[in-house]
């Protein structure tokens, strides 16, 4: 079949016999391979929105092979009694069924017009249980995007990303999916666990404040944590329409707050390490925030700090145990009050995942 051919057929320009000889021709199936290669060709062509996602060209062939053979097999029954003054109606019908066909794979080839119309993406099919009722959202502005789910949850979307969630959970879970960045303040509901689909990870809640951002060239995504925990998992079946509890199982690490989890595409693994700001726990009184030292202790201090933060920080060695501090760390944040600190002390620190050792000889 001539490409020319083709690109008319699938670009809703053919007149009736050019079609009827396409499907003809995309129904014989020795030509399969050519029709794939073709489909495979024009994804490159016109997925310019997401190059980054991978066209799995034998799922779109079958059901576009399926489509075609069901609606000639239901026109074939529904005209077993008509006589020849019907069938040129027949004939029309079945012209109309190829420019829908046309239109049909042109949603598939374009993957980006795919994408918006459908809930059969990589990106989405994690919620194929919820049918054609999956809202997605776009922010094509240079501005954040808030949006409300129905159980209160709200969703800070980032500009160039898309999020896709149903119009009502069911089967006792929330379930939603990114591609791209987004901060979730999610409502808290232990009946009803939240699950966010990213790239190649599964971020499992119940009620806690996080970030997710997602690399399109790298495929790294990183999960921040604010408030709370959130267990977060490697996806191990990309193609996997339906989730379960034993993918929870392969590969996953519990992220608290001030802490993230990246994982690496590449590796398949998970880093865990402390955000860029930690912040004060949300649960922590105002008074408590006061950070005022008079020959205090240094494992007093650090108790302090670890207590308003919710981090794990560590001596290298037991001579720190002798070290005295005195000073105001009222306006540091948590690094610039570690910076301070060391620097009275003669030590120095590094975040080793999400802990803070302390080194140093200590004070003697």
Known sequence: ?????????????????????????????????????????????????????????DKIWFKLQESIKKEIAESSTSSIQMNDIQKPALIRTFFKFASAVAAILILFVGGYF?????????HDDNLIAYGKSVIVEENNSSVN?????????????????????????????????????AFFQVAKNPEKPFFVFANNIVTKVLGTSFTILTNPNTKEVSVSVHTGRVQVFEKNSASQSTF????????????????????????????????????????????????????????????????????????????????????????????????????????TYEVSGTKVLIKGKGCI
């Open 1 to 57: 079949m001539e490409k020319a051919i083709l690109n008319k057929f699938f670009s809703n320009q053919s007149d009736s016999l050019e079609r009827h000889r396409v499907i003809e021709w995309m129904l014989n199936p020795i030509n399969d391979i050519a029709l794939k290669a073709w489909m495979r060709e024009n994804w490159e062509l016109l997925s310019e929105y997401d190059t980054s996602v991978e066209p799995d060209i």
């Open 244 to 347: 379960n509890e034993k993918v929870l199982t392969s590969n996953g690490v519990i992220v608290t707050a001030n802490q993230e989890a990246i994982y690496s595409n590449k590796k398949n693994d998970f880093q865990t390490t402390l955000i860029p700001v930690p912040l004060p726990l949300p649960n922590v009184k105002e008074k408590e925030k006061t950070f005022e030292f008079d020959r205090a202790n240094l494992p007093d201090v650090l108790s302090k700090i670890q207590q308003v933060y919710g981090v794990e920080i560590v001596m290298e060695n037991d001579n720190f145990n002798k070290c005295i501090f005195s000073g105001e760390l009222n306006s540091e944040n948590l690094f610039e009050k570690l910076d301070i600190i060391c620097t009275a002390i003669n030590a």
């Open 145 to 181: 995007k808030l949006i409300r789910l129905e159980d209160g949850t709200t969703v800070t979307l980032n500009p160039h990303s898309i999020f896709y969630y149903p119009t009502h959970f069911v089967n006792g879970k929330r379930e939603v999916a990114l591609k791209g960045n």
């Open 114 to 122: 795919f994408l918006k119309m459908s809930n059969v993406n990589n």
